[in-house]
């Protein structure tokens, strides 16, 4: 059974950094299309990464050159290196695996990324 735990969340000033892991189990990592998502209070859940399984990279537009995702086959993890941080990317930030052309999709429980002075 395929399992997301990520890690590095936290309470940064903006204009810092936090750097986001995402641990997969159960299931062949390197094969997997990977993302982050977020999820500000009140508001619908939005993609801000993905990562497919050549390197293949995407970013929403506000984060682009602030964020980086990037994995680690070897370690099955997915990473998302945030800087520049802005109040407005206060929210839960998800992992997200899915495995063309399944339908099934799978997600990590958050962790929670506060941007505040």
């Known amino acids: 059974q395929v399992h997301l735990v990520e890690s590095g969340g936290g309470l940064v000033q903006p204009g810092g950094s936090l750097r986001l892991s995402c641990v997969g189990s159960?299931?062949?990592?390197?094969?997997?299309?990977m993302a982050w998502y977020r999820q500000a209070p009140g508001k619908q859940r939005e993609l801000v990464a993905r990562?497919?399984?050549?390197?293949?990279?995407n970013y929403e537009d506000s984060v682009k050159a602030r964020f980086t995702i990037s994995r680690n086959n070897a370690e099955n993890t997915v990473f998302l290196q945030m800087n520049s941080l802005k109040p407005e990317d206060t929210a839960v930030y998800y992992c997200?695996?899915?495995?063309?052309?399944?339908?099934?999709?799978?997600w990590g429980q958050g962790t929670q990324v506060t941007v505040s002075s």
């Open positions: 997200y695996a899915n495995f063309p052309p399944s339908l099934t999709d799978y």
């Open positions: 159960g299931m062949i990592f390197r094969f997997y299309f």
């Open positions: 990562i497919d399984s050549s390197g293949n990279k």
